[in-house]
T-cell receptor, first 112, second 116 residues
Framework: GNSVTQMEGPVTLSEEAFLTINCTYT??????LFWYVQYPGEGLQLLLK?????DKGSNKGFEATYRKETTSFHLEKGSVQVSDSAVYFCALSKAAGNKLTFGGGTRVLVKP | DTAVSQTPKYLVTQMGNDKSIKCEQN?????MYWYKQDSKKFLKIMFS???????INETVPNRFSPKSPDKAHLNLHINSLELGDSAVYFC???????????????FGEGSWLTVV
């Protein structure tokens, strides 16, 4: 079946540091890939997505590139802020019904 | 205006009670979902409805019964609540579901259910 694996947290960084969260997936064919973010006490928000190989999704300074050859969709940001502290979820969609399969989430804590 | 809204946001109830969580979307989407997030933040789909018709039921106990009176609403009713039902329940919606769909799924803010 489909699955998503992402690095376990928490990831603790200082402000302006570089952030990478690794995400790999298992699925047949070509899934669509997503990053969602959950700020403390809030719901899930779409951060970015990519629907085909080599596509790059970007939003709010975050980027992720759909790598078919390595089945990966790593999330990066060049300079994090305290406000980026949140839990980040990698997910894929590839099934009738548009079902999302989520990774386990990675908590990121950015310190001033 | 909130695109996907669910109520209540917080619910504390005793074991054995029956409770409902309501969800409404004003995005004009055809497909709605319920996801469950456990205490370890793990997210998993429970149900999906397309135009009021059930299309995904992920081995959820039959104490959980979704109801979709129209395509803008998907309510979740839970009978005989158990301690293990404590979780955050997210409602979501997307444009019409399709095979290999890249449609974005929009989530509500979650309903924090605590069973004591």
């Amino acid at each position: 079946g489909n699955s998503v694996t992402q690095m376990e947290g928490p990831v603790t960084l200082s402000e302006e540091a570089f952030l990478t969260i690794n995400c790999t997936y298992t699925a047949t064919g070509y899934p669509s890939l997503f990053w969602y973010v959950q700020y403390p006490g809030e719901g899930l928000q779409l951060l970015l997505k990519a629907t085909k190989a080599d596509d790059k999704g970007s939003n709010k300074g975050f980027e992720a590139t759909y790598r078919k050859e390595t089945t990966s969709f790593h999330l990066e940001k060049g300079s994090v802020q305290v406000s980026d502290s949140a839990v980040y979820f990698c997910a894929l969609s590839k099934a009738a019904g548009n079902k999302l399969t989520f990774g386990g989430g990675t908590r990121v804590l950015v310190k001033p | 205006d909130t695109a996907v809204s669910q109520t209540p946001k917080y619910l504390v109830t005793q074991m054995g009670n029956d409770k409902s969580i309501k969800c409404e979307q004003n995005l004009g989407h055809d497909t709605m979902y319920w996801y469950k997030q456990d205490s370890k933040k793990f997210l998993k789909i429970m149900f999906s409805y397309n135009n009021k018709e059930l299309i995904i039921n992920e081995t959820v106990p039959n104490r959980f019964s979704p109801k979709s009176p129209d395509k803008a609403h998907l309510n979740l009713h839970i009978n005989s609540l158990e301690l293990g039902d404590s979780a955050v329940y997210f409602c979501a919606s997307s444009p019409q579901a399709a095979m290999n769909s890249g449609n974005t799924i929009y989530f509500g803010e979650g309903s924090w259910l605590t069973v004591v």
